[in-house]
């Protein structure tokens, strides 16, 4: 049974630093595809930053050069560093897998191409 636990949320003051992980269970060794999102209330979920699976990473425009995207095979993990967080980022964060297959090219942020999603952690940002 594939399971995605998300942990690292909190409370923060504008310009802080969180760092989210992932810990992925019951996919195999193959590589695929894993992702963040956020939903903010009253918004849709957006796509923040995503690992494909050959190792490149995409960003959305509104969080390049703040959020890192990076993944621990060994440990099944994957992990987002958000740094100089703003009110804006406050939101529910979930983490997903698109397996077996991955995504398609440059759908690396859409939400539709994922098919595993963790149960999300809260990032509140205060101004």
């Known amino acids: 049974q594939v399971q995605l636990v998300e942990s690292g949320g909190g409370s923060v003051q504008a310009g802080g630093s969180l760092r989210l992980a992932c810990v992925a269970s019951g996919l195999t060794a193959q590589r695929y595809s894993m992702g963040w999102f956020r939903q903010a209330p009253g918004k849709e979920r957006e796509g923040v930053a995503a690992?494909?699976?050959?190792?490149?990473?995409r960003y959305a425009d509104s969080v390049k050069g703040r959020f890192t995207v990076s993944q621990d095979n060994a440990k099944n993990t994957l992990y987002l560093e958000m740094n100089d967080l703003k009110f804006e980022d406050t939101a529910i964060y979930y983490c997903?897998?698109?397996?077996?297959?991955?995504?398609?090219?440059?759908?690396?942020?859409?939400?539709?191409?994922?098919?595993?999603w963790g149960q999300g952690t809260q990032v509140t940002v205060s101004s």
């Open positions: 997903a897998a698109a397996w077996p297959w991955g995504v398609r090219r440059g759908f690396q942020l859409a939400a539709e191409d994922y098919n595993y």
């Open positions: 690992v494909d699976r050959d190792g490149s990473t």
